[in-house]
Nanobody, 122 residues
Framework: QVQLVESGGGLVQPGGSLRLSCAASGSIFSINAMGWYRQAPGKQRELVATITSGGSTNYADSVKGRFTISRDNAKNTVYLQMNSLKPEDTAVYYC????????????????WGQGTQVTVSS
C-alpha cells in the first residue's frame, strides 16, 4: 500500500503565507504526477496545482501567481507554497499521487492524503 501524509495547514491572516508538505511512502516504484486539490464547505473538490516527475506544472487560474508547487523526487514529497492568501482559499487541502508500485507493472494507482485544513481569516 501507499500512504500520503500531509502537514503544514493552519490558520493565517489574509495576505499571509503557508507551506504544505506531503510525503508518500510504502510500495512505490515511481510516482508520476503529484498534486494538491482542495474542498471548501458545500463545494466540490477542485484542482489547485499538479506537477509531473519531470517538473511540468499546472495551476488553477484562481491561484496562479500566488501558489507554487514543487517536489523532491528523492524524498517522494510534494510541496505547495501559498502566498497572498485570501479568505476564499479556505478549504481542506488534499494531496494526490499517481503511483506505479512495481517495476514491471505499468498500472498506475491513484492515492489521496487525509487532508489538512487551511483557514484564511482575520
Amino acid at each position: 500500500q501507499v500512504q500520503l501524509v500531509e502537514s503544514g495547514g493552519g490558520l493565517v491572516q489574509p495576505g499571509g503565507s503557508l507551506r504544505l508538505s506531503c510525503a508518500a511512502s510504502g510500495s512505490i516504484f515511481s510516482i508520476n504526477a503529484m498534486g494538491w486539490y482542495r474542498q471548501a464547505p458545500g463545494k466540490q473538490r477542485e484542482l489547485v496545482a499538479t506537477i509531473t516527475s519531470g517538473g511540468s506544472t499546472n495551476y488553477a487560474d484562481s491561484v496562479k501567481g500566488r501558489f507554487t508547487i514543487s517536489r523532491d523526487n528523492a524524498k517522494n514529497t510534494v510541496y505547495l507554497q501559498m502566498n497572498s492568501l485570501k479568505p476564499e482559499d479556505t478549504a481542506v487541502y488534499y494531496c494526490n499521487a499517481v503511483v506505479r508500485r512495481i517495476r514491471y507493472d505499468y498500472r498506475e494507482y491513484n492515492y489521496w492524503g487525509q487532508g489538512t485544513q487551511v483557514t484564511v481569516s482575520s
